[in-house]
C-alpha cells in the first residue's frame, strides 16, 4: 500500500512538471466541462439501436440516453434506472453501431480536442460486452453529415474512464462509431461519453490551472479504479471463506 501511494504521488509529481513544461510548447489544452452531459447541454440526436423488451419497448435501463446522464457504475454501485447504453446486437464490419450527440439546445459548432469513454455499465467485463474499438467522427453541418474522422481508439475492458485527445477540431455534431465489443455475441455496451473543449490561447496560469484539473479528474479516475478492485478482493475473500465444504461422494464401500 506504501509503494502504491508513493508510486502515486511520484507520478503526480512527474505530470505537474509535464504540464508545466508543456506550456510552451502546445497551443491547446482540453477544457474542464463535460459538454456532452445533460446537464450542460448536450443532446442524443439519434443511435443505431438501443436494447428492447420482447414485447419491442425500448429498456430504459439500457436506453442510448443513458450514455450523457452523468449517471456512473462504480464499483459495486449502479444508478437506479440507469445501467449504461446497450445495443440489441453485437456491431460488424459491415454495420457498425452508433451514436450521434450535440452540444447545446441548437448544436452550437464547438472546438472539441479530447472524447472521454467509460465502458463500465451493469454488465461485468468478463462476458465481453463492453465496446472495444471506436470511431469519432464530426460534422459541421448536419447530424447526417458529410462526416470528418477523427480518429480510431481502443477502449481496454476496464471500468475506468479513458481519454483519447486529438488535435482541436471544429464540431457540430459528434458521431461515435461502436466497431466492436470484447467478445459476446449479444450486444455492445457504454457506460457514459464525455466531450471536451480546446481551450486556445490562454495565458499560461490559466492553462496550467486546467491541465492540473485535468490530472485530478485522472487520480479521481486512478480511486475509483482502486476502490473497485479492493471491493471486488473483498468480495471473493468472503465468497471464498463462506462456500460450503463440497459433500465426500458416496463410493458404496
Known amino acids: 500500500m506504501r509503494r502504491t501511494a508513493l508510486g502515486a504521488c ?3 509529481a512527474m505530470l505537474l512538471v509535464t504540464a508545466q513544461a508543456g506550456l510552451g510548447a502546445d497551443s491547446s489544452v482540453a477544457g474542464a466541462t463535460n459538454i456532452a452531459a445533460a446537464e450542460n447541454g448536450g443532446q ?3 443511435a443505431s439501436e438501443q436494447a428492447k423488451n420482447k414485447d419491442g419497448h425500448i429498456l430504459e435501463n439500457w436506453q442510448a440516453a443513458n450514455a450523457i446522464d452523468g449517471l456512473y457504475v462504480v464499483g459495486s454501485h449502479t444508478p437506479p434506472n440507469s445501467y449504461g447504453w ?3 446486437t453485437p456491431p460488424t464490419v459491415e454495420r457498425p453501431h452508433w451514436i450521434i450527440l450535440a452540444f447545446g439546445p441548437k448544436a452550437r459548432t464547438h472546438l472539441i480536442s479530447r ?3 467509460d465502458p463500465t455499465t451493469d454488465d461485468p467485463p468478463y462476458i465481453g ?5 471506436i470511431q469519432i467522427q464530426v460534422s459541421t453541418t448536419e447530424s447526417a453529415g458529410p462526416y470528418k474522422t477523427v480518429g480510431r481508439y481502443m477502449v481496454v475492458n476496464r471500468p475506468i474512464k479513458q481519454a ?3 488535435p482541436p477540431v471544429e464540431c457540430r455534431y459528434l458521431r461515435v462509431l461502436l466497431l466492436d465489443n470484447h467478445g459476446s455475441d449479444k450486444c455492445v455496451e457504454v457506460g457514459e461519453i464525455e466531450v471536451y473543449e480546446a481551450i486556445v490561447g490562454q495565458d499560461q496560469l490559466d492553462r496550467l490551472i486546467l491541465r492540473l484539473e485535468n490530472l485530478l479528474q485522472d487520480l479521481k479516475r486512478y480511486r475509483d479504479a482502486q476502490s473497485y478492485q479492493s471491493q471486488k478482493n473483498t468480495l471473493e475473500a468472503v465468497t471464498a471463506k463462506e462456500a460450503p465444504p463440497q459433500p465426500i461422494p458416496d463410493t458404496g464401500g
Open 44 to 46: 442524443l440526436i439519434a
Open 86 to 88: 446497450s445495443t440489441e
Open 164 to 166: 483519447f485527445d486529438f
Open 115 to 117: 472524447v472521454v469513454i
Open 10 to 12: 511520484v507520478s503526480l
Open 129 to 133: 460486452r463492453w465496446v472495444r474499438n
